[in-house]
C-alpha cells in the first residue's frame, strides 16, 4: 500500500511537471507576438461578409456579426455585440441606412475602425450591392481599408480586387444579356423593396411588397393589389424573399395561378448557404436565373 503510495505522488509529481512545462510554453507563445498577425475583421452582415472574404481571403480573419437567418435592417445589439466589435480590429458595414442601429453603438466602439461601406445620400436606396458595380464599390472600399490597416497584405487585397472587378464585369454583361428579351419585364415581390437598383438598371418595372426595410407590416389591401396586378398584366411567376413567411407568397400563387421564385437580397443568409460560403456572384447568378425563369427570357 506504501509503495503503491509513493508511485501515485512521483506520477502526480510527473503530471504536474508536464502541465507546468505546458502552461510556460502556451503563455511564451501567446505573449510573443507572431511575426505577423492577420486583422481580424467583423462584418455586420451577410452582404459585406461575402465581400470581405473576396478581398480579404486567407489574409484576415473573419466573423459575422448578425446571425444567419436573421435580417439585418432591424437587428438588436446587445452588450455582447459591443464587445464582439470591439475585439476586431476592423468592422465593417454597409450604411448607417441599411443598418440604422449601427449608429446606436458606434459612440461605444473604442480601438476598432468602423468602415461604412456602401455610403449614401439620405434618399437613395440603400441596397447597393443589388447592381454589380454597386457590389464592386463596396469591395473598392473594403479594399482600401483592409490595405490601411494591413500595409503588408496590400499587394494581395489590389490582386483579389483586380480578380473580384473581372467578375462583376462578366456578371453584369450576363444580366444585361440575360434580361434584353424576356416576355415579361414585371417583377412582383413579396418581399422588402430591396431589388429596385437591380430593376432599374436591367430595365426592369418592380412591385414590391413593403417598403425599403419594413417587413412584418404585410396589409391584406397590399397583397389584393399584387394579386390583382398579376392578373392584369397575365404575369407568370411571382418572386419570394428568403426571411418572408412563405404563406404571403402563397396565398398570392393560389390566387393567380403562377409559379413562386426565389430572389436572394444577399443581406440575409439561411444557416446552409452561410456554412456552403455561397458568394456574391453566385447569388446574383441565382437571382438571374430566376428571374429569366418568371419573366420567360430568352436564354
Ligand atoms: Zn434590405
Known sequence: MKKLGTVLIILLLLLGTVWYFKGNSFFSAASSKAPHEKLHVIASSYVVYALAREIGADAIELSMLVPPGTEPHHFEPTPGTIIAISEADLFFYVSGQAEPWVKDILGGL????????????????PHVWMTPYGALSMAKQIAAALSTADPSQKSVYQQNLKQFEKQIDRLHMEFEKGLSACKYRDVVHVGHLAFKPLTDTYGLSLQALTGTSEQGEHSVYKITGLVR???????????????????????????????????????????????????????????????????QCQA
Open 110 to 125: 473604442s480601438d476598432v475602425t468602423a468602415v461604412e461601406t456602401a455610403a449614401i445620400e439620405p434618399d437613395e436606396d
Open 229 to 295: 396586378f398579376i392578373r392584369q398584366k397575365k404575369l407568370a411567376a411571382v418572386f419570394t424573399e428568403e426571411l418572408v413567411p412563405p404563406e404571403l407568397a402563397n396565398t398570392i400563387a393560389q390566387e393567380t395561378g403562377v409559379r413562386i421564385l426565389p430572389l436572394y437580397t444577399i443581406e440575409e443568409v439561411g444557416k446552409a448557404d452561410f456554412d456552403s460560403a455561397v458568394t456574391y456572384t453566385e447569388y446574383m447568378r441565382r437571382n438571374l436565373h430566376n428571374l429569366q425563369e418568371g419573366l
